[in-house]
């Protein structure tokens, strides 16, 4: 059986395998799968708390089988290269043009420009207004739907981050990634959707778990699906 802990802002899944034994034991496989091994009987309330307990070492021994992981090849911006656009792959087509500008038509992103190596940094301030576009139409349902819950963000911003999809100030400001809009848009929505729960509870305690499972009924599929694709 699989089940789910949250620790600070990560969701840590694991499977649970009960047999005829005395303690429970953690392991982490080399895909970084989180396997529990229980004596018969212990209750899974028992055995999340043992998980939250042990989160540290979990983390970090998926962390270093993360190390061994193949690394994406660093990006060329030339003709023929994909690159990923709403969770689809799109070829790149650079044409000599003297009107800088990119644009996007069947299965190909055209960069138009004289200077190749502006290519990279053309498409990266078309991502980012496609962001601003896009983002802004997949929220809007979504704020309305949250405001039966008396709140609503006091902006949506889109902000080049490091290490986060989206958070949410204190101010009730929503930051979203630029770089979510190469993810299918079921994952952004995951993201708006997660941020929007901390307009009504700040902290992931059990309360945020529940409100997101209730907004999102399949919100761990489309994370899972983000964080394999933009590894």
Excluded at 40 to 59: F, G, Q
Excluded at 110 to 131: F, V
Excluded at 157 to 185: D, F, H
Aim: hydrophobic share 35%; aromatic share 10%.
């Amino acid at each position: 059986m699989t089940e789910s802990v949250q620790f600070g802002s990560k969701i840590i899944n694991f499977q649970v395998c009960f047999s005829n034994r005395k303690t429970l034991g953690i392991t982490i496989t080399p895909d970084m799968d989180v396997l529990v091994k229980a004596p018969d009987e212990t209750s899974i309330e028992k055995i999340k708390e043992k998980v939250i307990k042990k989160a540290p070492w979990i983390i970090k021994q998926q962390n270093y089988f993360l190390g061994f992981f193949p690394k994406a090849p660093e990006r060329q911006y030339v003709s023929g290269e994909t690159h990923l656009y709403l969770g689809r792959q799109y070829r790149l087509k650079i044409t000599d043009s003297k009107k800088n500008e990119v644009k996007y038509k069947g299965r190909f992103i055209e960069i138009c420009t004289l200077k190749k190596e502006k290519a990279g940094s053309l498409l990266n301030k078309w991502y980012k207004e496609r962001a601003k576009i896009k983002f802004g139409e997949l929220a809007e349902p979504l704020i309305e739907r949250f405001k039966k819950y008396n709140v609503e963000p006091k902006s949506l911003y889109v902000q080049e981050m490091n290490s986060r999809w989206g958070s949410c100030t204190s101010k009730g400001k929503i930051i979203l990634n630029p770089e979510l809009i190469k993810a299918p848009r079921p994952c952004i929505e995951y993201v708006i959707v997660h941020e929007l729960c901390h307009l009504v509870h700040p902290n992931h305690n059990q309360k945020f778990i529940e409100l997101q499972q209730k907004e999102m009924p399949d919100w761990q599929k489309w994370k899972e699906k983000l964080e394999k694709l933009m590894a």
